[in-house]
């Protein structure tokens, strides 16, 4: 298969996955699937960019001569989740890992969720999980210098929750990279909310080399 083939057939795969995101939200719409009227707008208006912007980057990643080094976001992470509304977050440790594909870089994550919290009477309520849920991305792309963007999925239970998320990343003094803040939205059926995410580098974390 040429060069071209493949890339061809990759952003047509690329292209149903953001088809098939859009059906679900206009089946939410026609409440074939049920999403709290507080979130449909929020997955509309915010999914629907996201996607785009995602087809967008990856074909312009695939259609590059040449590939530069991607930002060194690999290593030992903290990281937390706090829903939009203020009201619930949690959050974990992850590593994450820089490798070269056939067309590119990518990243792949691995974390753990070891905590949750609610607000209750103004404060805090802090509950450490006993049986942390590991979670790990579907696919991973970095959008620039300073930006990237994911799905990922998390078993809960007996539900398996997928997501999607952005983030910008800031990087110390000596120009590595030590802080990512963005957003992710916790896609339907199971509990769907939009809220941010921050990840910071762990005390002492590991430094990997990209691959």
């Known amino acids: 298969m040429s060069d071209r083939a493949f890339k061809t057939i990759l952003f047509l795969a690329l292209l149903a996955v953001f088809c098939a995101t859009t059906a679900l939200l206009l089946l939410s719409l026609v409440n074939k699937v049920h999403i709290d009227e507080e979130y449909k707008h929020w997955m509309f208006s915010i999914l629907i960019v996201e996607s785009v912007g995602c087809v967008v980057a990856f074909w312009k990643q695939l259609a590059a001569s040449t590939f530069e080094e ?30 070269k594909a056939p067309l590119g870089w990518e990243f792949l994550i691995s974390g753990k969720r070891t905590w949750l919290a609610r607000k209750l009477n103004g404060q805090w309520k802090t509950e450490r999980l006993e049986a942390p849920a590991s979670w790990e991305n579907t696919w991973g792309t970095f959008t620039g210098h300073d930006s990237l963007r994911y ?22 003094t000596d120009g590595q990279p030590a802080l990512m803040e963005g957003n992710f939205f916790q896609l339907p059926p199971h509990d769907p909310f939009y809220g941010f995410q921050r990840y910071t580098r762990s005390s002492g974390h590991r430094r990997l080399n990209a691959s």
């Open 70 to 99: 991607p930002p060194d976001v690999a290593g030992d992470w903290e990281y937390e989740c706090i829903r939009d509304d203020g009201t619930y977050k949690h959050g974990g440790s992850c590593t994450i890992v820089v490798r």
């Open 151 to 172: 799905a990922y999925s998390i078993k809960a239970g007996a539900d398996l929750v997928q997501g999607y998320g952005w983030a910008s990343i800031t990087k110390n």
